[in-house]
Every structure is written in C-alpha cells, then in structure tokens.
C-alpha cells in the first residue's frame, strides 16, 4: 500500500523546468545522461545508441525534487525537421523508485503545451512500448503503426494530430474549477457528463491534474481513516462485550462455588 501523505508530499514538492542543451550544466547533463542508460539501455537490456545527436537541438523537461534537487523524470522533445512534419517526445522517465505517482503523466501534459505553444498546428509523434499504448490513449494519442519487434521489445508508433488553423482549435472545455469543485469532482459529487467534461479538462491542464491528485489522495486517507476508525470501534465494542461476559462468568462461577463449599 502506497503512502498516501508521501506521495501527495512528492507531488508539491517536483518542481519542472524546460531547459536547452546549451543551459544544461556539466553535472545536470551528466545526471540526466546516466538516467537514461539506466533506463533505456540497462534497464531494457536494449543495446542502443543513446547520445544520438538529437539533444543539441531538442526541447529538454526535467523534473527535480526542492529538497534535494534530485532530478526524478525526463523528456525531451525534438522540433519537427520541416513544415508539416510532427514534433516528437522521447526519452520518457520516471527513476524506478518514483514510478506510479503520477509524474510521468504530468510531465507528458506538459510537453503536450510546450508543442502547443512553440510548434502550433503540428502534430506530436511517440514511439513507445506496446504496453504503454493506452498510457497514451488517454491524451488522445492513435497508433500510427502495427506493433513491431526491436532487439526483442514490442513497439508502437502513435500519433497526435494538431490543429491545422488557429479556427480550429477548439475551445476549452471549461474552465478551471475552484477548489470548492474540484473537490467535488474528487469526491463523486458530480454528474456523469461533469466527471466527462472535467476529466477531459485535466489533460489539456496541468495545474488542475496537480490539484486533483492531491485532492484525491487527501480524499483516499480520510477514507482509509474511517475504515480504520470503524474497524477499532468494532474492536472496542467486542472487547468489552467479552470483558462483560466474563465478568458475568466469574460471578456465576463464584455463586456455584460458594455453594459447593456450602453443601
């Protein structure tokens, strides 16, 4: 069981930063470089090329804690080669020990609105694992392939189209909830149709996913909470029934014994 008050800590604490090449100091680089061999190369017994020459000019997001400034997830995102052509997000990580806390999801909601902003009306490219398709059917990603095999990994290209005019970028869906809301969005207090709206909301928002796993985590330890609390009392109730009875025993015991010693 995941501790809920660490990983809504972690969550405030990550702290992202887009960077270029250039920006990147000796031991930042280094850090980062280590951490995608491990990853993609160790990890994946993968025997690839990964200093591949894209970095000079690619988009770099790195992800660190405030209180260490341990760097904890990466990506980076490579301009499309020409008019027309799609950016593309790589070398996605989360460091083995932080995984399953919600920092790969936003580190991919952040790159999709850094494309937004710097490549408007291009669409994003990803060649991922088979088993993550679906991670990335959930920002609207298709797959532009059939699975194939690589150095013994199953792959899968995918694709997210982008606007083609600024008239046909679509409004937002709605807007950001108050935390008033948003915490009824986390807790159920919703209809159907606004869970729809406002799940859809959270891809396209960054600060709103943030603030609704923490929500959601707060809401899971109150709950956990209640359970427990439920579980003692039953405990308590039964402890003393016993205590009761008992008691009760020993009274009759003694009553029998008196007269026993009586006869």
Not at 49 to 54: E, F, P, S, T, V
Not at 134 to 144: L, V
Not at 145 to 156: A, L, N
Request: charged share 30%; glycine share 6%.
């Amino acid at each position: 069981m995941y501790d809920l008050n660490k990983l809504k800590q972690d969550m405030n604490e990550i702290t992202c930063r887009w960077t270029t090449f250039n920006d990147l100091d000796v031991d930042l680089l280094y850090e980062v470089l280590q951490l995608r061999q491990e990853v993609f190369i160790v990890e994946q017994s993968c025997v690839v090329l990964d200093a591949d020459g894209l970095d000079r000019n690619a988009h770099h997001l790195i992800a660190r804690f405030k209180h260490d400034q341990k760097v904890c997830a990466y990506l980076r995102v490579v301009p499309p080669k020409r008019e027309g052509d799609g950016a593309v997000i790589e070398r996605l990580f989360v460091c083995k020990k932080h995984r399953r806390k919600g920092f790969g999801r936003q580190l991919m909601l952040e790159a999709l609105k850094r494309i937004e902003d710097v490549f408007p009306g291009h669409p994003v490219k990803i060649i991922t694992q088979s088993d993550m398709q679906r991670f990335y059917e959930t920002f609207d990603f298709k797959a532009s392939s059939e699975p194939y095999d690589k150095d013994g990994v199953e792959y899968i290209a995918m694709v997210k189209e982008g606007a083609t005019s600024p008239d046909s970028v679509p409004e937002k869906d709605m807007q950001c909830p108050d935390s008033s809301r948003m915490t009824d969005f986390a807790e159920g207090y919703c209809t159907d149709q606004e869970k729809e709206e406002f799940l859809q909301h959270i891809k396209n928002c960054p600060d709103c996913y943030k603030k609704y796993v923490s929500l959601m985590m707060f809401s899971m330890k109150e709950k956990s909470e209640k359970e427990h609390g439920k579980i003692a009392s039953l405990f308590r109730s039964r402890f003393n029934l016993l205590l009761f009875c008992g008691g009760l025993l020993a009274v009759v015991l003694a009553g029998w014994w008196g007269l026993i010693r009586n006869m």
